[in-house]
């Protein structure tokens, strides 16, 4: 379980910035696991900004939802900039599916955390080819922390980390859910990869 570190009241020249990165498979928690954290973090009573990306609206438009349906607020955007311009003078910043952003977004979060900002982060960490998904590589390099979280593998009950597409499609995004994906342990994934 991930205890997050000590928050101190002090001034935004003290503050300590931080990149978090929470990965693993399609159904592994990780929405579930950001919520987790910022709500602490609101507890907290810090100043929290979530985004995701514009192209994700598979639940709802505007708001981060888990596969649970628990879901927070949040401001859809088309490019990682933009996470710097509407950021503003929050403590914590949250981004879902950080996986559909290109490179860019390791510079951004870079210059968020450089600025004293808690970074929070939940992506997938492998295609459905089981091949690392850029950028995430990247993140989880430059983060303080990662937690990898699974999930069950749907066809022998195993933990895990891979997504099976159930479809032929080669798009490397292709939004979807239960109908399209499901989890699967390394054994599993490459015997129903064939």
């Known amino acids: 379980m991930f205890i997050e570190p000590s928050v101190r009241r002090s001034g935004a020249h003290d503050r300590k910035g931080q990149l ?10 990780k929405t ?6 910022l709500n602490r973090a609101k507890i907290a009573r810090l100043k929290v900004e979530i985004f995701k990306p514009k ?3 598979r639940y709802h438009e505007e708001e981060v939802v ?12 088309d490019f990682a900039e933009d996470i710097l311009l509407l950021s503003g003078n929050c403590d914590v910043v949250g981004i879902d599916e ?16 450089n600025q004293g900002k808690r970074v929070i982060m939940a ?5 459905f080819e089981g091949q690392p998904f850029e950028p995430m590589p990247k993140l989880m390099a430059v983060a303080e922390y990662v937690s990898k979280v699974h999930a069950i593998c749907m066809k022998c009950g195993d933990l895990a980390a891979f997504s099976l597409r159930l479809s032929d499609s080669k798009q490397k995004v292709m939004l979807g859910e239960h109908s399209i994906y499901e ?3 390394r054994k599993c994934f490459f015997e129903d990869k064939r």
């Open 20 to 29: 978090e990165v929470i990965c693993g498979s399609m159904f592994s928690g």
């Open 32 to 37: 579930e696991e950001l919520i987790r954290r």
């Open 55 to 57: 192209i994700d609206t």
């Open 66 to 77: 888990s596969h649970n349906e628990n879901s927070i607020r949040s401001t859809p955007v």
């Open 98 to 113: 950080v996986q559909f952003f290109d490179d860019r977004i390791v510079s951004v979060v870079t210059q968020l955390a």
């Open 123 to 127: 992506g997938l960490d492998m295609d």
């Open 183 to 185: 989890a699967r342990c």
